[in-house]
């Protein structure tokens, strides 16, 4: 029994893929993409950003048997918001994201939401933290001791299978309450996510509307590791070999660039 579920545990996406028969994922796709989409604009009505140029060419796109979408918005409260999909929706292949990455004003948790089909569901989220959790140890209590609970009853849901990266890396920057799950294609289960979603972008909301100021003196060093950050988990990410494997020469360098926003943070360090 610890041996099967090890291994399901461990697969790779790539694994997922090749086992899993094509499964149309257009219901699917429109229902977590609208969770995703209703987020941005809430987040829109409360900080301040625009649209970034740099992704204007990926409005809509297409790649050899992917197609996708790719908005970027940037402002001085949220620096980089990020809201996208790729994959083929027929053959039950998408990742959907969004994710905001905040400005040095405040040092509160930037926000990654991500859904997906493999064909299984698969399912992504963190407060991804901004000081040194190990050191700080009242960052990690402010932010984290209070979503703990939360984080253990999601990892309880027997539903959801964990969903370990086989990068280094990847693992290194979960937080202490992340969650990396896949599970079955089911109104449940979907219903769960939006739940569980809803529940830790509310408390993601009211952490930014209640947030300290950062002191102007601090502010250019906690820039600086947000983007070195920001650059190395969408340059190391382990699903970037997959992706070279569907695209057109060329095309899967331009999407990290353009996701990661290398264009903005070139125009703020020169």
């Not at 064909?119 to 040194?132: A, G, I, K, M, N």
């Not at 896949?182 to 909301?205: G, I, K, N, P, Q």
Request: avoid cysteine; aromatic fraction near 12%.
């Amino acid at each position: 029994m610890t041996t099967g579920a090890s291994s399901h545990q461990t697969k790779t996406i790539p694994e997922f893929f090749a086992e899993a028969p094509d499964t149309d994922s257009m219901e699917i796709w429109t229902e977590f993409w609208s969770i995703l989409t209703d987020l941005k604009d809430r987040v829109a009505a409360e900080l301040e950003f625009e649209p970034h140029p740099s992704s204007a060419e990926f409005d809509h796109w297409t790649s050899g048997s992917f197609e996708g979408s790719l908005n970027t918005y940037s402002g001085p409260e949220a620096e980089w918001v990020v809201h996208s999909w790729i994959g083929n929706r027929a053959q039950g292949i998408l990742d959907m994201n969004f994710q905001v990455w905040l400005g040095p004003h405040i040092d509160v948790p930037h926000l990654v939401i991500v859904f997906g089909t493999i064909p299984q569901v698969f399912h992504y989220s963190d407060l991804t933290p901004r000081r040194e959790l190990a050191t700080d140890i009242d960052y990690m209590t402010r932010y984290y001791d209070s979503v703990n609970d939360d984080f253990l009853a999601f990892r309880g849901d027997d539903r959801f299978t964990w969903s370990v990266s086989h990068g280094t890396y990847m693992r290194s920057i979960i937080s202490p309450v992340g969650h990396s799950y896949t599970a079955e294609r089911t109104d449940d289960v979907v219903e769960a996510l939006r739940e569980r979603v809803e529940d830790r972008f509310t408390t993601w909301m009211d952490w930014v509307r209640s947030a300290e100021p950062v002191p102007e003196s601090e502010r250019a060093a906690l820039m600086q590791r947000d983007h070195f950050l920001r650059e190395s988990i969408y340059r190391l990410d382990p699903m970037n070999a997959l992706a070279e494997k569907f695209h057109e020469p060329g095309m899967a360098g331009r999407l990290i660039d353009a996701r990661l926003g290398a264009a903005q943070i070139a125009g703020i360090t020169g």
